[in-house]
C-alpha cells in the first residue's frame, strides 16, 4: 500500500501572516502524531506564506522556525533581523528622483505651449512617484544566506520536496509558478521576494525582463498547483480572515468565556493580553474599514477556491486552519508590527490548540484516514506553551515541563 501523500499550503499576510503561520505549524505538528511539517509531498506559498514554506521545504522544522523568526534564538544566519524588510527603497526613490527635471519641462510645456489642462500636466508626474517605500533587499540577501548553510538550497531543482512559490506578473496580471518548469532556474530567496512584493509596500522584483508583485493578487492559495499532484490530504493555513463582530450575536457569551479560557492558557487571567470585541468597526475609521475590506476580499476568493477545489479534486480531504473570526486580537494586530510577535506567536498557537480541541471528534476521522492520529491527551494540557512565560528562570521551565510530562503520563496509564 502506498504512502499516503500530503502536501501543504500557506497564504499570505504580512509579517502578521507569518507569525500566525509559525504558532499555527508548531501548534499542528505537536498535536498530531506522524505529521512532519518538513516532509511534506509538496509545498506551496503566497506572499509572507511563501518565506516560510521556503524555509520548510528547506527542512527547517516550525520550531526552528519559531527560533529564527519569532525568539530571535538562533544562530546567524539563521536569526531573523526585523530590519531586513524596514530599509527604505532608495534605489527606487534615486531612480524617480532623477525623472523630476525631465517631467516638469514637459509637463510645463504641455501647459504653457500647448493649452493642455494643468491636471493632465500633474498626472504625468504622477510617474516620479515611487512604486515601493521600502526594500526587500537586504531580505533577499538574507535568504541566500540562510539557504547556503548546508543541507540546504537556494535552487528549487536540488530539494528532496516540491516548492512552488507563486507571484503576478505585473504587466500580464498572470500568476506565475516559481519552482514549476521554466522558472525553476529562478533562485528561491528571489522568488519569496517577488511574490511577497506588496504594491505599494515593496517595488516590484524584476526577474528575466518580467516584474513581479504579490501572489496574492490573483489569488489566495493557488493550491491546484499541488492538487494536480494527486494528494490525500492538503493542510492550508490562512491567516488573513475578515473580523465578525458579536455585538449582536446570542453566543456572544460562550465567545467572551472562551476568549477567557485562552487568556489564562497565555498566562493572563482576567485577559489582559486578549483585546475586547469590537462593537462597530466604523469607530476606529479608515484604518479598520481598509482592513475588513481587504480581508473580506482575500476571504471571499478563499472560500470560492476552495469549492472549485473541492468539484475538481475530489479524491483530496482538504483541512483549512485560520484565526476565529470573532478574535479582535488579530484582527487589531499591526500587520507589520514586530514589537508584539512572540504574544501573538503565542496567541496562534493556543487558539490553534483550542481550534483542534473544539474539532477533534470531525477531524480524528479525516487525520486517521492518512495515517495521522490526534493527540487528545497532549492537548488537553493547559500548561503546554510555544515560548516560555516571561520572566520564568531556567528552573522554572524545567519544573513546568516535568509536571507537563507526569500529567500525559498519568492520562495514558489511565487510558
Not at 485560520?322 to 498557537?349: C, G, I, K, V
Request: proline share 7%.
Amino acid at each position: 500500500m502506498s504512502q499516503p501523500k500530503i502536501g501543504l499550503a500557506l497564504a499570505g499576510g504580512g509579517p502578521l501572516g507569518a507569525i500566525y503561520e509559525v504558532g499555527a505549524l508548531c501548534a499542528l505538528e505537536e498535536a498530531i502524531d506522524g505529521l512532519d511539517f518538513t516532509a511534506c509531498d509538496g509545498y506551496i506559498g503566497v506572499s509572507a506564506g511563501g518565506f516560510i514554506a521556503a524555509g520548510l521545504a528547506n527542512g527547517m522544522t516550525p520550531r526552528q522556525l519559531c527560533a529564527a523568526f519569532i525568539e530571535n534564538t538562533a544562530e546567524p544566519p539563521d536569526r531573523f533581523d526585523p530590519a531586513d524588510l524596514l530599509e527604505p527603497a532608495w534605489r527606487e526613490f534615486g531612480q524617480r528622483l532623477r525623472q523630476l527635471p525631465a517631467l516638469l519641462a514637459h509637463a510645463a510645456r504641455e501647459v504653457l505651449f500647448e493649452g493642455r489642462s494643468l491636471l493632465g500636466a500633474i498626472e504625468r508626474l504622477g510617474r516620479v512617484l515611487p512604486t515601493g517605500l521600502l526594500s526587500s533587499e537586504r531580505f533577499g540577501e538574507a535568504l541566500t544566506r540562510v539557504f547556503a548553510v548546508p543541507g540546504r538550497s537556494n535552487d528549487f531543482r536540488k530539494l528532496r520536496r516540491p516548492l512552488v512559490l507563486v507571484a503576478t506578473d505585473l504587466d500580464s496580471g498572470e500568476a506565475v509558478p516559481f519552482g514549476t518548469p521554466g522558472w525553476d532556474h529562478v533562485p528561491i530567496s528571489s522568488a519569496v521576494q517577488a511574490s511577497a512584493a506588496l504594491p505599494g509596500l515593496f517595488p516590484p522584483v524584476e526577474i528575466d525582463g518580467h516584474h513581479f508583485v504579490d501572489g496574492a493578487l490573483k489569488k489566495t492559495l493557488h493550491a491546484s498547483v499541488l492538487l494536480d499532484r494527486g494528494l490525500d490530504l492538503l493542510i492550508c493555513l490562512n491567516p488573513l480572515v475578515p473580523y465578525a463582530s458579536d455585538r449582536h450575536s446570542p453566543a456572544r457569551e460562550d465567545r467572551s468565556r472562551r476568549a477567557r479560557d485562552l487568556a489564562r492558557k497565555l498566562g493572563r487571567p482576567g485577559g489582559r493580553w486578549l483585546r475586547p470585541g469590537i462593537p462597530r468597526l466604523v469607530d476606529g475609521g479608515l484604518p479598520l474599514v481598509l482592513s475588513q475590506t481587504f480581508r473580506s476580499l482575500i476571504h471571499s476568493r478563499l472560500a470560492l477556491g476552495l469549492k472549485g477545489y473541492e468539484l475538481t479534486h475530489p479524491q483530496t480531504d482538504i483541512l483549512l486552519f485560520e484565526p476565529d473570526p470573532h478574535d479582535a486580537e488579530f484582527f487589531m494586530a499591526n500587520t507589520f508590527s514586530y514589537s508584539q510577535r512572540r504574544h501573538l506567536a503565542e496567541h496562534a498557537y493556543q487558539a490553534t490548540r483550542q481550534l483542534l480541541r473544539e474539532r477533534a471528534v470531525t477531524l480524528k476521522p479525516r487525520l486517521a484516514a492518512v495515517g495521522l492520529v490526534l493527540r487528545e491527551d497532549l492537548l488537553s494540557d493547559l500548561e503546554a506553551r510555544l515560548l516560555p512565560v516571561p520572566g520564568e528562570t531556567g528552573v522554572d521551565q524545567a519544573l513546568r515541563t516535568l509536571r507537563r510530562s507526569l500529567t500525559v503520563l498519568e492520562r495514558r496509564k489511565r487510558r
